[in-house]
Each structure stands twice: as C-alpha cells, then as structure tokens.
C-alpha cells in the first residue's frame, strides 16, 4: 500500500463523490458543498481544493494513487506566520492514522518550508475522533470556544489545539508530501 500527500486532480472527483456519500457531516466540514455528483465534485476540486494562493493549501491523502481524504492549511498569515490547520478521511479509511500522518507531515511542511511559526485548528468537542487526530499530531489543546460552530440550527463548542515551531515533534510517521 503506498500513502502520500499530493495536489488534488480533477479526476479525484469520483472518489470525493464516494467521500461524500458515505462520510458522516463530510459535506457539512466542506461548507455544505453540493458533492452529489462527479461534475459538482470536479467544480469543487478546482474552486476550493485546487486554489493556488499564498494563504490557502491542500493536498490530498492518496492511497495507492486514489484520494481519500485531505489536510490543509488555511488563512496563512504572513505577519504573524501562522495558519490554520484542516483534514478529513473518508469512513472507509478512517481509523488507520492517515489523518495523523498527514496532519504531522503538513505541519513539519508548514514549519520548515513555508516558514511558519504557529499552526492552530479545531474541531466539535463531541468529535473524539478529530481530537486525538490533533493531539497525536502534536497540536496542545489551549481551550474551548463557545457555540463557534453552526450547523443548520445547532451550536456546537470547538475546542482549539495548536501547535508551534518549538513544540516537540511527534513520534508519528510522516506521509510523503508531493508538491505542485
């Protein structure tokens, strides 16, 4: 089995659309993106997912060639030289340590290549699962937010994780990061 981070393509749009239809919220943490269909998921993967900004990028957890999540940064910030850190795994592959991995291998990237000193993200506190992603990945809990999030009619409390240049690195494997 071979994992990587690498751009996302336009022909990952079947294997996002899959994604979405069997990954619980997924559509929710994308914005409430319409990923119903192969076209809209290609529309997706250009309009977000491919954007080639300097405060804005993803990559794609590839296992054998196919994607199968993704980890992110986003509002990179220059004055500061911090971001904010994202992932997803689809249900199918989650509980393997692909979002750890990753997260770990993206925030190393972030430190040494991009320059950046503070990576922070959060996620639901009811979402266990993300929060021992964070944590296993180095990212220190600083605290919860409340009722941050919304989604649909209900609030959920974040909880927030950072982690900064100096922290230790986590003994976790790193996937293999492909750039553009």
Aim: proline share 4%.
């Amino acid at each position: 089995m071979t994992v990587e981070l690498r751009p996302w393509r336009p022909a990952d749009a079947a294997a996002l659309q899959l994604a979405a239809a069997t990954t619980p919220d997924l559509h929710l943490q994308l914005g409430g993106a319409d990923l119903g269909t192969v076209a809209s998921c290609r529309e997706f993967i250009h309009r977000v997912l491919l954007v080639d900004r300097s405060d804005v990028r993803n990559f794609a957890i590839a296992v054998d060639r196919e994607a199968v999540g993704n980890v992110g940064l986003s509002n990179i910030e220059r004055q500061h030289d911090t971001g904010w850190a994202h992932y997803w795994v689809a249900a199918q592959h989650q509980r393997r340590g692909l979002a750890t991995q990753g997260l770990n291998a993206v925030a190393l990237w972030a430190f040494q290549d991009v320059g950046l000193y503070r990576l922070e993200l959060g996620h639901r506190v009811n979402n266990r699962s993300s929060c021992a992603v964070a944590t296993r990945a180095g990212f220190a809990s600083e605290g919860v937010e409340r009722c941050k999030l919304r989604y649909g009619h209900e609030r959920f409390d974040v909880e927030l994780h950072a982690r900064l240049v100096p922290d230790p690195t986590p003994d976790v494997p790193l996937l293999p990061v492909l750039h553009h």
